[in-house]
């Protein structure tokens, strides 16, 4: 630890904004495994509890990225994502806090009866430019901060899940919060299990593990969609750049990252068999909601690699809680 403590240092330094209640709890799993006994020791770290409202995730990732939106004296944010995203939907209800315009740019059809994050969306009153597909994104977004731009405003944009060098610092934060919480509770994590998309969490959490020397912690990201191959590119092309800043030396390669996507599926948001009976048992036994599009795949995922002997019996594995409940509604 002692050789990366000038990088611990410059992590420190970077200005954040304080969005959320952070040192979630974690909790231990105990009465799942009567029904899964090849499970190990499992917790969880409720990410779900991250903030009234604006739960999961993307909020650890939201503190810097607009901690750096301020910095630039940005006025407007722009983001994407698809019509039922949780990132989208959490900026927009961020942004209103801080006072700042916020445009959301989706792909999918104008929902005609909005739920979920969509009914949050149409609550907030933000303005949403749909598209047809997830590559139309970009090009929209940079369209429409070109016309602010023209127009005198300043721009902020924030890519899909704000996975870049600057959003995933927050997962980076999350590890030391992790340590301290490891150093209270007398405990040492063998393994993080957790929902993965656009590859922001686990990049933070990558390069977290590495900075604050848990050389030792097994980082499992389940995929809730995209290919297990695409995910570790974006991991690396986010890492790279924040190791850099921060000025310590790791080697990290793509071949030393588990991401699996045995458990997309028939794609984004369409439960599995297992994923539905996961979640019935979560809620029913720990009394634990599950959102059917990235919590739920990762706890099949968990079940899985449990029953197919991936872990010891004595393992501390954690399942983190990303979040993202208002899918269910
Ligand atoms: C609830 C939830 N969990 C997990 C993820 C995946 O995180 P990431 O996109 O950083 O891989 C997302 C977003 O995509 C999400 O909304």
Redesign the pocket.
Known sequence: MSSNKEAIEKFRSIPKLSLSNLGTLIERCERLSMIYPELPNVYIKRDDFIGSLVW???LR?LEYALAEAKAHNADTIITC?SIH???ARITGQVCRRLELDCILVQNGDKPESPSGNALINKMLDIPIHYVSSPDERQPKMDEIADELEAAGHTVYQIP????NATG?LG?VAAVEELVEQQQKMDIRFNAII???????????LEVGKRLFGLDKLQIY?IS?DNSAEK?KETIAGITYPIINRLGFREKMCEEDLHVDDSYVGEGYGIPTELSSKVTRQFLQIEGIML?P???AK?AAGLVDYSRRGKFKSTDNVLFWH????L?LL
């Open positions: 999961g995730n993307k990732k994502g995203s949780n990132h899909l899940g704000a996975s995933s997962f957790h929902a993965c998309s656009s590859g922001g969490t686990q990049a933070g990201g809730a995910i959102d599009t990235y919590t990762a990303t979040g993202g409940l899918n």
